[in-house]
């Protein structure tokens, strides 16, 4: 090899040189890269209640690149908990998704509060827009309560997961009930549900999600862990056109087709309150997970009002606004989206529901 270097010109073994530190560049760069993908990769434990607009949240991360979806955990909401688990098996089924599912338990967090009926003017009496899901889904669920498969989950990947809750917040406060230190290893929560500087859509003070348990959101929102709220403040801005569904059930293969058939009979319910089509509520809070660039957010305490008439109203005391002693003292300062830009946001979720269509 030496005796082979002597006789190269001195041309020659620059170039050589060159390359090889061309190729270390871009080795090292690769490396970068991969680093940086894994650092982009979130890992995400999806809690919800499916329901039409959680059914295009899950085909989001499902087919979303940057996307590791690690759990399913069901909570009644849109329908019983025996309902959203049966639909969330259905789709897990239908899509090819390998996530595990988790079934919730069926009382909020406070059991002595009353059960109001379930919302099938909006969902269907299946949750999924009447499309004739089967009763039963032969998929095995995972044997352990939701709150209990998130507390293990997140303590087998310490720092890496992020929770994404979009139906009532019980299952996290039952988790953070049985084991408050889990909190500490969540690397970020990201909700769907309250409404900051716009009315409620379930009472003028609050919205559905909150307003289902609002003991267990003011227990998310208070605890040590760092939460986003995505709510109606922004949610409500982002509706996705019927050209838009059904250009997702054109490109979007059979996937595609479920979830625009599924939409339907929510884009009937919304046309007392949009123009044309959908809310797309949860995928929004999938959004901010991977483009939270497209969000104005606001940092404070934020409390929930629990009982009376502003029951589940979500408030927030912003953090550069001083007031006397209140309940918002000492409290972690939370992120309460404000603003969103809703035609990139509505880009990003048509362009990821399509994606291996
Ligand atoms: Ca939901």
Known sequence: MGKTMRHKSPGTLRREVIDFHGHLASIAGRQTQEQE???????????TDPGIDDAMALLFLHRHPAIDLIGITTVF????????????????????????????LDKTFNPDRPHVGWPTFIHGDDGLGNIDVPETVDLPVDPRPAHRFIIDTVRAH?????????????????????????AALVREVVIMGGAFDVNGNITPAAE?????????????MAAQWPVTVVGLDVTTKTVMTKAMIADIAERGGEA????????????????????????????????????????????????VVCGGIADGQTIQSPDNRLFPPSPWDDLPSQKACIDIDAARTLKLIGDTLVLGG
């Open 208 to 220: 559905a999600n909150i307003h289902g348990d609002p003991e267990a959101a003011d227990v998310v």
């Open 77 to 104: 909401g849109n329908a019983s908990v025996e309902t959203t688990t049966r639909n969330a098996l259905f789709l897990k089924r239908e899509w090819g998704i390998d996530a595990p599912v988790a079934k919730g």
């Open 256 to 303: 595609g087709k479920l979830l625009a058939d599924i939409s339907k009979f929510y884009v009937t319910f919304y046309e007392q309150h949009v123009p044309d089509g959908m809310v797309v509520h949860d995928s929004c809070a999938c959004a901010y997970v991977v483009a939270p660039e497209l969000f104005t957010v606001r940092s404070g305490a934020i409390r």
């Open 37 to 47: 993908k894994k650092n982009e990769m979130h890992k995400v434990i999806f809690d």
């Open 158 to 182: 310490p720092g890496e997961v992020t929770l994404i809750a979009v139906g009532r917040m019980t299952n996290l406060a039952l988790a953070l009930r049985e084991d408050p230190d889990f």
